[in-house]
Structure formats: C-alpha cells, structure tokens
C-alpha cells in the first residue's frame, strides 16, 4: 500500500512540474495572446511552484501581467481558493475523526 501511495505522489510531481513549463511569465503570453480564464485557473493551481521556480529566475511571476483582466483574475482566484481550501478541510476531517 505505502508503495502505491509512493508511485502515485511520484507520478503526481512529475505530471505537475512537466506541466509547470506554463508558467506565468514564461513568454507564452503577451499583448496579441492575452491570458484568460483558463489560463487564470492554471496559474492559480501552480502558484507555489511558480513562487518557488521565481526564485531561481527572475521573470517568472505567480501573476500573468498579459491577462485579460476580470476573467482571468476570476479564474486565478477559484483555483487558489479552491486548490488551498481544499487541503485544509480534508484535513480538518481527517483530525476530527481520529479525535473520535
């Protein structure tokens, strides 16, 4: 079961940091291909892999600033809310039920 699990958190951080090559800032969009709602709820989804490449390279940003505005702050913001508030109710139920 533990190697299982241990496949699955593998394939997930290869998937995530494969995928990561769309990166805010990394040139995909700009004045004529601006980022929409999708690419609002992509960026949201890898914002803290995009705060920690940010480190290492100085124009990749958490934030597209070629967006199209409400749409993709919309997008940004339900997969930031949804991606971190996920994480913790499933682990206020997990505490809950071993408190019983």
Known sequence: MKLKILLLMLLL????????????GDGVNNDHNLAGFFWGIW?????PISL????????????????SGWW???????????????????????LNKEDS
């Open 13 to 24: 951080g290869v998937s995530v940091f494969s995928l990561s090559g769309c990166v805010p």
């Open 43 to 47: 960026h949201g989804w890898i914002a």
């Open 52 to 67: 920690i490449i940010g480190m290492f390279k100085q124009h990749i940003r958490i934030y597209e600033i070629n967006n």
């Open 72 to 94: 993709y702050d919309l997008g940004f913001y339900i997969a930031v809310i949804s991606g971190f508030g996920g994480l913790s109710l499933s682990r206020r139920k997990k």
